[in-house]
């Protein structure tokens, strides 16, 4: 067990530690401000304080983790061999920086507290990022310094030997609509067929009429390949429904349709099935709270996870209202338009609430590349090349990957050409040194 001395023991200085060396590192960790303590412990041990007390391993402490709520903090990227960190805390400090702070800085997402230009669906942009502006949101930065600090700590304990954990994959398999012909009721397929018509969309309109006539497959569902590839895999799926109303943002098929809860049944049998909220339950409670209700009725069990529709986040109120009504897990903190690590880690956090000062039971799985992301590259080579990066910097740290596709990401649709074989190279990578 690893014992920090502090001055004093916030809740942050917890959180941060607790994140980094057991979560991270596998080390457990205790907490003391006792001197005597402190010098009596005969294992690992570090003072993460203003001043060393000795010739102990030592970290130099930066104010934001002994601080209450936001202030205006200056901070300076530095080169660090083969990433980038902040907060350098000189010279006479076991290692450059106060990795911890800076842990936290990116964990609790301080940035986004802080004013900013939201963009058309009210998300934090990418751009607007310390880790973009400074290049290095390709990178888990927090897991990377967590594996410095270790092998700095282990030098001055070279008896101490630590297992590292594995590299892992969470699967998500988003559901915003589940068929793009089937199941749209009277007035939505007539308004369709016409916009067909109107706009010359000839090729659109046979695919229409071959999809409603039973000869061919509906494009959106691929959920028996999905579900064979569940089949095949030792990793499990996490696939989030969209049953929310339909709207301007929302337009899946209605939940009252049987064909689509057969559906969610279906999947539920072989895959974790998770809600996606609609675009108006992330600004209402109740309505929120309505589909989670629908979907446990659903599924017969109880809700576990859920993802924002758009990847739409407010802070701290979006995580507020999971915790509220006891959804365990989010898998909305990611990026549409950049693939990387939002939150600077591969390792899967509970969310820190800033303004109350608390670390909540709410998990964020925090996802590091989106099908989406990657149609900015127009060639299947370069499609595969980023994600194989990607997969190669997170098991460097041996972490946990965590991608994003949607179920019409597997279908033959021109755009996503593709994008199956991309799928199970995601699955392969589990298996592979």
């Known amino acids: ?65 002994f601080d209450q709520g936001l202030s205006d903090i200056d901070i300076t990227i530095h080169q660090w061999e083969q990433t980038k960190c902040f907060f350098y805390n000189g010279e006479k400090s076991s290692i450059p920086f106060d990795i911890f702070a800076a842990s936290f800085y990116l964990l609790s997402r301080y940035e986004e507290y802080l004013p900013h230009v939201k963009d058309e669906y009210g998300r934090f942009d990418a751009k607007d990022s310390l880790a973009f502006k400074h290049d290095f949101l390709h990178q888990p930065v927090v897991d990377i310094w967590a594996y410095k600090f270790k092998d700095a700590l282990l030098k001055k304990f070279p008896n101490y030997s630590v297992t590292d954990r ?37 090729k659109r309109l046979s695919q229409r009429f071959l999809v409603l006539f039973k000869f061919k497959r509906d494009p959106y569902n691929t959920f028996k390949w999905i579900i064979n590839k569940q089949k095949h895999s030792t990793q499990k799926f996490m696939v989030f429904f969209l049953i929310g109303d339909y709207s301007t943002y929302d337009k899946n098929v209605s939940i009252n349709k049987k064909r689509f809860v057969s559906l969610i049944k279906s999947v539920s049998d072989y895959c974790n099935v998770g809600l996606k909220a609609s675009y108006l339950a992330l600004n209402d409670i109740s309505i929120l709270k309505r589909e989670k209700k629908l979907m446990e009725s659903t599924i017969n069990t109880s809700l576990l996870a859920s993802r924002n529709s758009f990847s739409k986040l407010n802070l701290p109120h979006s995580y507020r209202n999971l915790i509220e009504l006891e959804i365990m897990e989010d898998y909305t903190m990611g990026y549409v338009n950049e693939s990387g690590f939002r939150a600077g880690t591969c390792t899967s956090f509970l969310f820190y609430d800033m303004d109350y000062e608390i670390q909540t039971p709410l998990l964020v799985n925090s996802f590091n590349l989106m099908d989406f992301t990657m149609l900015k590259h127009s060639s299947q080579l370069d499609k595969k090349e980023s994600l194989i990066r990607m997969i190669k910097e997170i098991k460097k740290v041996n972490g946990t990957f965590i991608p994003v596709f949607h179920n019409y990401s597997f279908s033959d649709q021109e755009r996503w050409k593709g994008f199956k074989e991309l799928f199970s190279i995601t699955l392969d990578s589990a298996h592979e040194d």
């Open 1 to 65: 067990m690893l014992l920090v001395y502090s001055h004093t023991i916030s809740p942050r200085l917890k959180y941060v530690f607790k994140q980094i060396c057991t979560r991270i590192l596998g080390i457990p960790v205790s907490f003391t401000s006792i001197i005597e303590e402190f010098i009596s412990h005969d294992s690992l041990k570090m003072s993460y304080t203003l001043q060393a007390l000795g010739s102990e391993f030592f970290v130099r402490s930066h104010p934001i983790i």
């Open 166 to 202: 594995k590299y892992t994959i969470k699967p998500v398999i988003d559901v915003p609509m589940a068929y793009y012909f089937l199941q749209k009721g009277i007035m939505r397929t007539i308004g369709g067929t016409l916009n067909d018509i109107v706009k010359l969309k000839f």
